[in-house]
C-alpha cells in the first residue's frame, strides 16, 4: 500500500491530499529516511511524521485497504 493512502486510513494523518504534501515537504520518514507518497508501506515499517513542533512515531503493525474507525488504531503500535 502506498504510504500516503497507509497514513489516511490508519487516520495517522486525516486527508491524503495533505499526507501527499507533507511527504512532498519531506515531513515523513519511514525507518530513518525521508520517504515518498509512493514507498510501499510494509508490515515493521517504522513512520515517522513531523508536524509542526510534534513527532509522531509509529510502528506498522497491520495493513488494510478499508478500515473503520475503531479498528484504524489497530493498524499500527505508536513508539
Known amino acids: 500500500m502506498r504510504l500516503d493512502k497507509f497514513l489516511k486510513?490508519?487516520?495517522?494523518?486525516?486527508?491524503?491530499?495533505?499526507a501527499n504534501e507533507a511527504c512532498d515537504a519531506e515531513r515523513v520518514e519511514v525507518n530513518g529516511r525521508v520517504?515518498?507518497?509512493s514507498y510501499d508501506v510494509k508490515v515493521g515499517d517504522v513512520i515517522s511524521i513531523r508536524m509542526?513542533?510534534?513527532?509522531?512515531k509509529?510502528?506498522?503493525t497491520?495493513?488494510?485497504?478499508h478500515?473503520?474507525?475503531?479498528?484504524?488504531?489497530?493498524?499500527?503500535?505508536l513508539l
Open 35 to 37: 520517504a515518498k507518497a
Open 62 to 65: 497491520d495493513i488494510k485497504e
Open 52 to 56: 509542526g513542533g510534534k513527532v509522531i
Open 9 to 18: 486510513v490508519s487516520r495517522l494523518i486525516k486527508r491524503r491530499t495533505i
Open 67 to 77: 478500515a473503520l474507525k475503531n479498528d484504524a488504531p489497530l493498524m499500527y503500535k
Open 58 to 60: 509509529a510502528e506498522v
